[in-house]
């Protein structure tokens, strides 16, 4: 399975519009929950996939079936990641990710669901985040299950492969960055340090991969439980947030998009507002006394 490139525009979209005004008025009465996409973290420098400068013009991620089927996938994974790692782990979170935790501490969002993997919605201050397609700061073994961290292993790829060197120009959505395969050929990858022969992959969905039911289930009930939902910086080009945004809407309950361009979930929102993240989210907390 390859990542959604594109979708058919259903010729029915939300309203567009540069101004909070609704926006203000449904979070205003709480009770929200917010579908954070890759457009929220391009200001931290991280870019998105399917935006202006998105990545998938240029760069396919790795898909679940490729890191699954051999050492030299895993190996081109691994190598590519571990040189991403340095300056993905240096991100900080920008004013979207802060507007997002000021606005759950004065109660106008009630759950937090994420389909990044970077952790900048918990180190801006927000609580209970659902992290839907996992954390590249965690690995865990195919193996024996167990699990670890990434700074760790960080350590031991360093130690494997102290020669190891690349230019790394650009990072990816997924963390890592493109190599040529010379460059990739020679990395050592190391086993499990929990059972010393198990295959590491990173805590995170691949593309092709399915979000663990227990953990969609815990987004089903948020949005269940939710007044309106706030979907920030997703195309909604894939299926495991967008049925978050066709449930709400077949309960009725108020669907609002921030985000750069078109979105696959346009048709069941009742605005979207076209504006940078950072600008937009710092505003709705001005105006909502934050």
């Known amino acids: 399975m390859r990542p959604t490139l594109s979708w058919t525009p259903t010729g029915v979209s939300a309203p567009c519009t540069t101004e909070l005004t609704e926006v203000a008025r449904v979070v205003g009465d709480g009770g929200v929950v917010v579908l954070s996409g890759a457009g929220l973290s391009t200001e931290s420098g991280i870019p998105d996939y399917r935006g202006a400068d998105g990545t998938l013009t240029r760069h396919l991620p790795m898909t679940h079936q490729e890191f699954l089927s051999s050492d030299e996938g895993r190996r081109r994974y691994w190598a590519r990641s571990h040189l991403g790692w340095a300056a993905f782990s240096r991100a900080r979170p920008n004013a979207g990710h802060r507007a997002v935790a000021a606005l759950q501490r004065s109660g106008h969002v009630a759950g937090v669901i994420t389909q990044n993997v970077d952790g900048l919605h918990q180190a801006a201050g927000a609580?209970?985040?659902?992290?839907?397609?996992?954390?590249?700061?965690?690995?865990?073994?195919?193996?024996?299950?167990?699990?670890?961290?990434r700074r760790q292993l960080e350590q031991r790829l360093r130690a494997a492969n102290p020669d190891f060197r690349a230019e790394v120009t650009r990072i990816n959505p997924d963390g890592d960055v493109d190599l040529p395969e010379h460059v990739v050929r020679d990395f050592r990858l190391v086993p499990c340090s929990a059972c010393g022969t198990g295959r590491l992959k990173p805590d995170v969905v691949f593309f092709g991969d399915s979000v663990p039911r227990a953990r969609v289930d815990e987004c089903r009930r948020l949005v269940d439980d939710a007044r309106a939902v706030l979907v920030l910086g997703s195309s909604l080009a894939v299926m495991s947030g967008l049925r978050f945004v066709r449930q709400a809407a077949k309960a009725g309950i108020p669907v609002l998009i921030v985000n750069r361009g078109e979105t696959r979930g346009d048709a069941h929102a009742r605005v979207r507002v076209d504006r940078p993240l950072g600008s937009a989210l710092t505003e709705l907390v001005a105006r909502l006394g934050g």
């Open 127 to 149: 609580e209970g985040v659902v992290e839907l397609h996992g954390s590249l700061a965690s690995v865990v073994c195919l193996d024996c299950g167990r699990t670890g961290s």
